[in-house]
């Protein structure tokens, strides 16, 4: 597979300043909402740019910010306009969640990062409908029985966030049928079992990318789907 960088430009997320909406999925996002614009095709929500499994990380802190965006396979830098100096400002970056916490790791001997973690975590534990979480990772392992220990939390934290934080989404049981599971799980799947991330960060365009993961993504869905013997390969 070609993965030649297509662009050395960062990924940009901008906050809006207006009311607005996605240009794919339709949703009205309000104001602020958190948008990336693609050339032709006008404003995208994070869920329909494939950047929503990405965490917020606000500038402050130099060195977490470092280190998060190298271990972030994918990344991008958040901005928003700034009315009274005309420009865009950053505001700090989005990184995979397991990037941040590797660089929470290495800046440690800071107690100062210690604490923030806590809040963050507590902060994150909220925004969750226990009950719902491990509902939704239950189907999850129901459905794809084969999947790796622990994964199916995994998952549905991502997508319990998705929906309690969405407009009009609740945490309903509709987002608990079969279809809902299985595109949380292939979304899962394609950030963390392919090369999608990396293609998306060298300048490939979403189909472009999808595409050239489809079969990585199938031979891992059906691997999944097969009951595995314990204890192996997890
Ligand atoms: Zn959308």
Redesign the pocket.
Same mark, same amino acid.
């Given at each position: 597979m070609a993965t030649q960088p297509k662009t050395t430009e960062e990924l940009k997320v901008f906050i809006s300043t207006r009311d607005s909406r $996605?240009?794919? @999925?339709?949703?009205n996002?309000g104001r602020s909402a958190w948008i990336t614009l693609v050339e032709g095709k006008g404003a995208? $929500?994070?869920? @329909?740019?494939d950047l929503d499994h990405l965490v917020y990380l606000p500038a402050g802190d130099t060195a977490l910010t470092r280190r998060a965006k190298k271990h972030s396979t994918l990344s991008a830098v958040v901005l928003k306009w700034s009315r009274a100096r005309r420009r865009y400002e950053r505001q700090g970056l989005i990184v995979e969640e397991e990037a941040l916490e590797k660089a929470e790791e290495e800046c440690l001997a800071d107690s100062d990062v210690r604490e923030r973690r806590r809040e963050r975590e507590a902060v994150r534990r909220e925004e969750i409908d226990q009950r719902y979480l491990k509902d939704f990772a239950g189907r999850v392992r129901e459905l794809f029985p084969g999947c790796p220990a622990r994964r199916e939390t995994v998952i549905a934290e991502h997508a319990c966030r998705k929906y309690s934080g969405r407009v009009g989404r609740s945490a309903s049981a509709k987002s608990l049928d079969e279809s809902a599971v299985r595109l949380a799980v292939i979304a899962h799947i394609r950030h963390r079992e392919t090369d999608y991330d990396h293609l998306l960060a060298i300048g490939y365009e979403r189909q472009e990318a999808r595409f050239a993961v489809e079969k990585t993504l199938e031979q891992v869905m059906s691997k999944w789907e097969t009951p595995q013997k314990r204890g192996k390969n997890d």
């Open positions: $996605c240009d794919e @999925c339709r949703e996002l995208l $929500c994070l869920s @329909c740019a």
